[in-house]
T-cell receptor, first 118, second 114 residues
Framework: AQTVTQSQPEMSVQEAETVTLSCTYD???????LFWYKQPPSRQMILVIR??????QNATENRFSVNFQKAAKSFSLKISDSQLGDTAMYFC???????????????FGQGTRLTINP | DVKVTQSSRYLVKRTGEKVFLECVQD?????MFWYRQDPGLGLRLIYF???????EKGDIPEGYSVSREKKERFSLILESASTNQTSMYLC?????????????FGQGTRLTVV
C-alpha cells in the first residue's frame, strides 16, 4: 500500500517568515500525482498545490512552491512570506490509478499543524 | 462552484446502532471517497468509489460498508457502531480521468458513539 509520511506534527513561525513542511511517500509506481491540501480551522479542505510525477520542474503557486525529489520520494512545501491566514493543518496527498477499471486512489499523510504568529 | 454536502455536522449514536452518513455532490463526479480524520493519524481512507455501484476498499474498511446507487450520492454505513468509530468523517469527490484533478471536500461529520 502507498504510504505518505509527514514527520512534523506541528510547526510555528512568525508572520513574513518562510517555512518548509516535509513529506515523504512510498510507492513503486511511476505515474502518480502529489498534492498539498490545507484545512483551515473552519475545516473545509482546499487544494494548495499539485505536482505531476513526470515533471521535473517544481510547481509554484504564488507564495507556495514545492521541492519534488522523485528519487528520494520527497515532496516538501515551502511557504514564503507567511501570513496569518496560512494558519491551518496541511496535508500531503498521493494519487494513483489502480489497475481495476477506473479506480483512482487518493491517500493522505498525518498532517502538519502550522501556526503563523503575528 | 463544486458543492459536496454531508448530511450532518454533528451526530451522536449509541453503541450497536446502524449509522448512515450521507454525502452528495453536484458536479457529476465519478470518484467519491470516505475518510476518517483523527488527531495524529491524519486522513485515513475507508472506502472509495469510481462509478455507480463500483467500490473499492481503502486502508481501514473494517466495520464499514458503502453504497453508491446514484452517481451523486455516496453513503457510508456503520453496521454496528462502536466507540472506536468516534471520529470526524470527511467525504470528497473529484472528476475521474486525469490524475491531476483536485478533490473537493464536504464540511465533515463529527460522529460520537456512546
Amino acid at each position: 500500500a502507498q504510504t505518505v509520511t509527514q514527520s512534523q506534527p506541528e510547526m510555528s513561525v512568525q508572520e513574513a517568515e518562510t517555512v518548509t513542511l516535509s513529506c515523504t511517500y512510498d510507492t513503486s509506481e511511476n505515474n502518480y500525482y502529489l498534492f498539498w491540501y490545507k484545512q483551515p480551522p473552519s475545516r473545509q479542505m482546499i487544494l494548495v498545490i499539485r505536482q505531476e510525477a513526470y515533471k521535473q520542474q517544481n510547481a509554484t503557486e504564488n507564495r507556495f512552491s514545492v521541492n519534488f525529489q522523485k528519487a528520494a520520494k520527497s515532496f516538501s512545501l515551502k511557504i514564503s512570506d507567511s501570513q496569518l491566514g496560512d494558519t491551518a493543518m496541511y496535508f500531503c496527498a498521493f494519487m494513483k490509478q489502480l489497475l481495476t477499471g477506473g479506480a483512482q486512489k487518493l491517500v493522505f499523510g498525518q498532517g502538519t499543524r502550522l501556526t503563523i504568529n503575528p | 462552484d463544486v458543492k459536496v454536502t454531508q448530511s450532518s455536522r454533528y451526530l451522536v449514536k449509541r453503541t450497536g446502532e446502524k449509522v448512515f452518513l450521507e454525502c452528495v455532490q453536484d458536479m457529476d463526479h465519478e470518484n467519491m471517497f470516505w475518510y476518517r480524520q483523527d488527531p495524529g493519524l491524519g486522513l485515513r481512507l475507508i472506502y472509495f468509489s469510481y462509478d455507480v455501484k463500483m467500490k473499492e476498499k481503502g486502508d481501514i474498511p473494517e466495520g464499514y460498508s458503502v453504497s453508491r446507487e446514484k452517481k451523486e450520492r455516496f453513503s457510508l454505513i456503520l453496521e454496528s457502531a462502536s466507540t472506536n468509530q468516534t471520529s470526524m468523517y470527511l467525504c470528497a469527490s473529484r472528476a475521474g480521468g486525469n490524475l491531476r484533478t483536485e478533490a473537493f471536500f464536504g464540511q465533515g461529520t463529527r460522529l460520537t458513539v456512546v
